[in-house]
């Protein structure tokens, strides 16, 4: 508390650092004597990681595996993609992205060609309970699906199973319907955990708990059914 110059550390409470006043100068980090507190993230510069992944590559090889690139969304980090992207392709890395499908047609268009895979979520199919629970419709991301299913084979389409949110028939059956129209047979189904609730307050996020209970393989069991008698088929991640 002494060591910080904007008096930014909270003597009690559950959000230990006022975000207002601290500027993530890191004092606080070096002068902690029980590394109680640190910043997370680092900055990567193209070569050094390149070179850090290609210390893998044999592995990558003889497994069949490669690089996932995640987030939040790596659509945000285009610029370093376009780069990134030709040194992975140059190295015969496996490149997948997972991505909301939140971009410009044209950033993906520029860059689809070096990637092997595409995760893409759909979250829901009805536009203003998209925007509710996400903050924006759905049209943008739908677009650039059914743009992208037309030119790239590999576009696995994903969706987190949500209880009360996105679980319903009407919905299910709205994602049957577009993954037919775009001729895609398959969906990946990620059950819904709340692991992330607990980090919402340390990360001052604005946004609020679903407070909703995990769900288990049983309960998933009646989404199986709906996705395969559409004639869907379904992988549910465990």
Not at 69 to 79: H, N, V
Not at 98 to 119: A, M, N, P, Q, R
Not at 191 to 206: D, F, Q, V
Request: proline letters at 4%; aromatic letters at 10%; one cysteine or more.
């Amino acid at each position: 508390m002494r060591a910080c110059p904007k008096n930014a550390i909270l003597k009690s409470g559950q959000l230990r650092i006022d975000y207002s006043k601290c500027d993530s100068c890191g004092i606080c980090v070096s002068k902690c004597a029980f590394n109680a507190v640190k910043i997370i993230g680092k900055k990567w510069y193209l070569r050094e990681l390149v070179d850090e992944i290609l210390k893998d590559r044999d592995y990558f090889f003889d497994s069949g595996g490669g690089v996932t690139l995640s987030g939040g969304s790596p659509m945000m980090q285009f610029e370093f993609l376009e780069e990134f992207l030709p040194q992975l392709k140059k190295n015969k890395i496996h490149v997948n992205i997972e991505t909301c499908g939140v971009f410009k047609w044209e950033k993906i268009k520029k860059i689809v060609s070096h990637l092997d895979l595409i995760y893409y979520d759909l979250k829901h199919m009805d536009p203003l309970k998209h925007k509710m629970y996400t903050g924006m419709d759905n049209s943008l991301i739908l677009s650039n699906f059914e743009k992208l299913a037309k030119v790239f084979p590999e576009l696995q389409p994903r969706m987190p199973v949500i209880p009360g949110i996105n679980d319903g028939e009407e919905n299910i059956l709205s994602v049957i319907q577009f993954l037919k129209d775009n001729k895609k047979e398959s969906i990946h189904c990620l059950p819904y955990h709340n692991l992330g609730e607990a980090k919402l307050c340390r990360l001052n996020s604005s946004i609020k708990p679903l407070e909703l209970q995990d769900i288990d393989s049983e309960y998933l069991e009646r989404v199986r059914k709906i996705f395969e008698s559409g004639g869907i088929n379904i992988v549910i991640y465990e």
